[in-house]
């Protein structure tokens, strides 16, 4: 149990829980609630620091403008860097070359 | 009550670039499924996105070509939402800061131009592609192939300033030429390198706010755009009609049964959480890289055609259609350099030019009949070498064959005929074997002179030079 601080509500656990494809039961969504909200609740120490005189940064490292040249791989006999026989390995199902997954639409 | 229709519409235009967006796999149509992927696009543990520089400058080029501002300093944001073709969980895109902020397109709607205004133009990766069921094998299964994730695309956002189903049509088309002129994208709608989305609404005339907007997906021709945004209006005219509100959803296009239908709310899921993509630096667009995508923009089809009228003296009408692929008006001007007379081969090209193109389902550059050859016809023709009309017979072959005009004229014998002797011999040949007709013209139907033409035209298999037989028949009718 967490300290009863709420941030995550069980709606919301629910909503992301959704939209992530995972299919919780009750339990399992009552204990995910109070486990996120124990770490969001540790978190939360970090708005104690003082920001006032920190730039907004969108990345860590001091870095801009890093780039490829448009080329492709050098596989001997192909273009892609894996092979397509490595690049279903670790599939569950295959099928004429293609991931197999239940089907989406009807 | 009277309505006006506000559409706007989100193209995805596939960037011509070798490599993927972010990783070095080569993003060639129809491969073998999943063969071209690799740990990055696969959206394996532990892999780091790098950008691919010349999607960033094919973006910049389109967005100053339609005056668009470049923002000096931007990044890219995760989208996140679930689908097997995602394999990631979250497409790499742009959200706050675009790359590309406003911009204009001119288009020609009823002979006056309009300014479509441009929202924005962002970069972002493709997602790959889902086979479902019995079109593959299991009707309960569906099939990922993975080759076209994280293929580099471009987003044009429109503003919503389009008022019609055939304006939007016309705007869709005009922005497919001036990307084919950009030579950024190659517009191939069929095979989804230009894919289109439309907001449509309607809103009282007269009225300023928007009305509540459905997006229409699945829009893959532009024949498509124009019959989904002219249903999706007439079904929000029925909505408001009726006294109902439009609901604000998806809804994918039909084109067997030409409606819209709302998509299944399950395969709907509005609820991105973009925030800004960790695994990728920020850009600072150097001013001097800027300037020279500037310095690199082509001359666009509004240009060219102004050139065309002024330059080579042609019509508007031709210099629409010469302009409307740059192929097209690549192949012209390469004609009309070895056969400088701009209005002959303008009615080549636009005729017996493009008849065999659309029959044969070419570009101009595929065409067995190339620049040269058609200039070769062409002298022919002018020189007296064969008629007009056996020319349209040699042009056939030559397309069939891909043989010179030369050598077709020379194997079928089709010289046309000017020697006046000789002409004179077989019209008095004709004449001769016709003295009903000829006794009839005598006698003031004088409507026979075609008749006799027609005769002398056959006698000779078409060869003879119709200017000459003309003036024979007169002299010898006398």
Same mark, same amino acid.
């Given at each position: 149990m967490s300290d009863g601080h709420i941030i995550i509500s069980e709606e919301q656990?629910?909503?992301?829980?959704?939209?992530?494809?995972?299919?919780?039961?009750?339990?399992?969504?009552?204990?995910?609630?109070?486990?996120?909200?124990?770490?969001?609740?540790?978190?939360?120490q970090l708005s104690e620091v003082p920001t006032e005189d920190v730039e907004p940064t969108a990345h860590v490292f001091d870095l801009v403008n890093v780039y490829r040249a448009d080329e492709t791989g050098r596989r001997a006999g192909g273009t892609s860097l894996a092979s397509q026989e490595a690049a279903l390995s670790n599939a569950p199902e295959t099928e004429q070359h293609f991931f197999v997954v239940p089907r989406i639409v009807e | 009550m009277d309505y006006e229709c506000v559409i706007g519409l989100e193209v995805h235009a596939q960037l011509l670039t070798y490599s993927k967006l972010f990783c070095s796999c080569a993003t060639t149509f129809q491969a073998d499924p999943n063969d071209q992927t690799c740990p990055v696009c696969l959206g394996l543990p532990g892999v780091l996105p790098v950008l691919n520089r010349q999607a960033v400058e094919l973006t910049l080029r389109t967005g100053l070509a339609m005056q668009g501002t470049v923002a000096t300093s931007n990044r890219f944001a995760r989208k996140n939402y679930f689908y097997p073709d995602l394999p990631k969980g979250y497409q790499i895109s742009q959200f706050e800061e675009p790359l590309i902020e406003g911009g204009c397109l001119n288009i020609e709607i009823d002979g006056t131009t309009r300014q479509v205004c441009l929202n924005r133009i962002h970069l972002e990766e493709d997602a790959g592609k889902s086979i479902h069921g019995e079109n593959l094998a299991d009707p309960n299964k569906s099939y990922v192939d993975l080759n076209r994730t994280g293929v580099p695309l471009m987003?044009?956002?429109s503003a919503p300033d389009l008022r019609s189903p055939a304006e939007a049509r016309v705007y869709l088309q005009k922005l497919k030429t001036v990307l084919e002129y950009l030579d950024v994208c190659d517009g191939n709608m069929e095979e989804g390198s230009l894919r289109c989305d439309a907001n449509v609404s309607l809103r009282p005339v007269g009225t300023e706010t928007l009305g509540t907007r459905t997006e229409i997906k699945n829009l893959n021709s532009f024949r498509n755009v124009q019959q989904a945004i002219a249903y999706e209006m007439e079904r929000q005219r029925g909505v408001l009609e009726n006294g109902a509100s439009v609901v604000q959803e998806t809804r994918l296009f039909d084109a067997a049964r030409g409606v819209t239908l709302p998509m299944r709310s399950k395969e709907e899921a509005h609820d991105y959480r973009y925030f800004p993509e960790p695994d990728l630096v920020p850009l600072q667009i150097e001013p001097e890289w800027i300037e020279r995508v500037r310095q690199s923009i082509p001359e666009l089809p509004d240009a060219r055609r102004q050139r065309f009228v002024s330059q080579y003296g042609l019509p508007a009408y031709d210099a629409d259609v010469l302009v409307a692929?740059?192929?097209?008006?690549?192949?012209?001007?390469? /004609?009309?350099?070895?056969?400088?007379?701009?209005?002959?081969?303008?009615?080549w090209v636009m005729g017996d030019f493009l008849r065999e193109l659309n029959q044969a389902h070419h570009r101009p550059d595929e065409a067995p009949v190339s620049p040269t050859r058609l200039a070769e016809l062409l002298r022919l023709i002018d020189e007296g070498t064969i008629s007009g009309k056996i020319a349209k017979t040699v042009f056939e072959d030559m397309y069939r064959t891909g043989k010179g005009a030369g050598d077709i004229v020379a194997e079928q014998g089709l010289v046309q005929m000017s020697d006046s002797d000789a002409l004179r011999e077989v019209i008095e040949q004709v004449l001769a074997g016709h003295p009903e007709q000829l006794a009839a013209y005598r006698a003031g139907k004088e409507k026979l002179l075609g008749f006799f033409v027609?005769?002398?035209?056959?006698? /000779?298999?078409?060869?003879?030079?119709?200017?000459?037989?003309? /003036?024979?028949?007169?002299?010898l009718l006398q």
């Open positions: 656990v629910a909503h992301v829980a959704r939209l992530a494809r995972l299919g919780l039961d009750a339990d399992e969504q009552r204990r995910l609630t109070d486990q996120l909200n124990t770490i969001l609740t540790y978190m939360e | 987003e044009i956002v692929s740059r192929a097209m008006a690549d192949y012209f001007e390469a /004609t009309v350099e070895l056969f400088p007379q701009p209005k002959i081969v303008s009615n027609g005769q002398t035209m056959k006698a /000779t298999q078409g060869k003879a030079n119709p200017a000459m037989v003309n /003036t024979l028949l007169r002299q």
